[in-house]
């Protein structure tokens, strides 16, 4: 019995893709059981005596100039609805590593809610971290936010 069978590569693979389908899952079906967050009130906002001054700063930018509560509502910090963001408009369809960069069209606005538990970020994991994210969203909604003003939303975000 000399010829033992070589574990085929795409087994691995293929598992690797359905623990992550699992942790995707489960990162994204919270609303069943919202993660805990001590320092939030019953309306989703910061308790203001548990949270740091950039994490209220970043609420402040969050609900007002940064526009992010427009679509991503509290206390689950999703409106449940479709935008299409036209992420188009910043690039020309081309091939990169062999898949087609094209329009996006309408995607559900994602829950925050223990955001900072589940990189990557957005449906096609474009995007690795928060301040990935923020970076995003300013150019999308042409927000023009300072540096430090990105900083301090990005510790709003860990505290969801
Ligand atoms: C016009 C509606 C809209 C606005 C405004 C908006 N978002 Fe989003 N957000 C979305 C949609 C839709 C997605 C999913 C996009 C995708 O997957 O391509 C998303 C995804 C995200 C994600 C990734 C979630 C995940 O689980 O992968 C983060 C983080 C995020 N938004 C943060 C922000 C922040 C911070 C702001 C403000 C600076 C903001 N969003 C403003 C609609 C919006």
């Known amino acids: 019995m000399g010829s033992r069978t070589r574990r085929p590569a795409r087994e691995s693979t ?13 990162s994204r079906t919270f ?19 548990k949270a740091a001054p950039a994490e209220l700063r970043g609420q402040e930018l969050f609900f007002g ?12 910090y999703t409106d449940n609805t479709m935008h299409n963001l036209r992420v188009e408009r910043f690039f020309n369809e081309k091939m990169i590593n062999g898949r087609k960069a094209s329009a996006d069209g309408p995607i559900k ?3 925050l809610r223990g955001i900072k ?5 957005l449906h096609d994991n474009r995007l690795l971290t928060l301040e990935d994210t923020v970076e995003f969203f300013n150019l999308v909604l042409g927000t023009k936010l300072a540096n430090e003003e990105k900083t301090d939303l990005v510790a709003f975000l860990r505290a969801l």
């Open 14 to 26: 293929s598992s690797n893709a359905a623990a992550r389908f699992i942790s995707w899952r489960n």
């Open 31 to 49: 609303w069943i059981s919202p993660p805990p967050a001590p320092r939030l009130d019953l309306f989703g906002k910061l308790d203001p005596a």
């Open 65 to 76: 100039k940064a526009q992010c509560a427009t679509c991503h509502t509290p206390p689950y």
């Open 109 to 111: 606005t994602f829950p």
């Open 117 to 121: 538990d589940s990189p990557p970020y």
